[in-house]
């Protein structure tokens, strides 16, 4: 079937350090991949997305690259700060007959220190 | 541009009892998702409405929960009776249904925590 397969967390960073969160998928087809984040108190939010392979999605300095021969979406960031401390879900979007379903990993704590 | 709005933010209720969810869209969004995340694990899909149509429903885990879009426009996931592993927080997410609607992003309610006892 398809899935989504994050890190496990939480990753704990000091401000500046640089970021990744891994995030490998499995499906069928050729699904869209997507990274979305939940800061406290809220709803996820769309950070980036990449449709094809080798597209690189990036937003507030966050990146990721789809990789098809490695089937993976990894985030990375190269300075974080204090107020990135959220949790990232790595997702993809696959076609179920007439439906199109966005599947979610099991989301990604990052807390940031000054 | 109002965003997803779920109510409530949170319910607690005893095992046996009813809860009714409700989502309002982001107005002229056809798709419509409830999802439910299990404190630590994945976000689980439960089901996917286009405009007041079940596109797909094989996430709901069982008769326990029903799921309806009167109109196509807001939405209410009841559960009756609840369980103590129904506990979770339900979000809801809206897209737009457009000829790119693979690649549309969805738009998250603050979700509802739902805790039974």
């Known amino acids: 079937g398809n899935s989504v397969t994050q890190m496990e967390g939480p990753v704990t960073l000091s401000e500046e350090a640089f970021l990744t969160i891994n995030c490998t998928y499995t499906?069928?087809?050729?699904?869209?991949l997507f990274w979305y984040v939940q800061y406290p108190g809220e709803g996820l939010q769309l950070l980036l997305k990449?449709?094809?392979?080798?597209d690189k999605g990036s937003n507030k300095g966050f990146e990721a690259t789809y990789r098809k021969e490695t089937t993976s979406f990894h985030l990375e960031k190269g300075s974080v700060q204090v107020s990135d401390s959220a949790v990232y879900f790595c997702?993809?979007?696959?076609?179920?007959?007439?439906?199109?379903?966005?599947?979610f990993g099991r989301g990604t704590s990052l807390i940031v220190h000054p | 541009e109002a965003g997803v709005t779920q109510f409530p933010s949170h319910s607690v209720i005893e095992k046996g009892q009813t809860v009714t969810l409700r989502c309002d869209p982001i107005?002229?969004?056809?798709?419509l998702y409830w999802y439910r995340r299990v404190m630590g694990k994945e976000i689980k899909f439960l089901l996917h409405?286009?405009?007041?149509?079940?596109?797909?429903e094989s996430g709901m885990p069982n008769n326990r929960f029903l799921a309806e879009r009167t109109g196509g426009t807001y939405s209410t996931l009841k559960v009756q009776p609840a369980e103590l592993e129904d506990s979770g927080v339900y979000f809801c997410?809206?897209?737009?249904?457009?000829?790119?609607?693979?690649?549309?992003?969805?738009?998250f309610g603050n979700g509802t925590r739902l805790t039974v006892t």
């Open positions: 990449a449709t094809k392979a080798d």
């Open positions: 499906a069928t087809g050729y699904p869209s």
């Open positions: 997702a993809l979007t696959y076609r179920a007959g007439g439906s199109y379903i966005p599947t």
């Open positions: 409405f286009v405009k007041e149509s079940k596109q797909d």
């Open positions: 107005s002229g969004h056809d798709n």
């Open positions: 997410a809206s897209s737009l249904r457009s000829g790119t609607v693979f690649n549309s992003p969805l738009h």
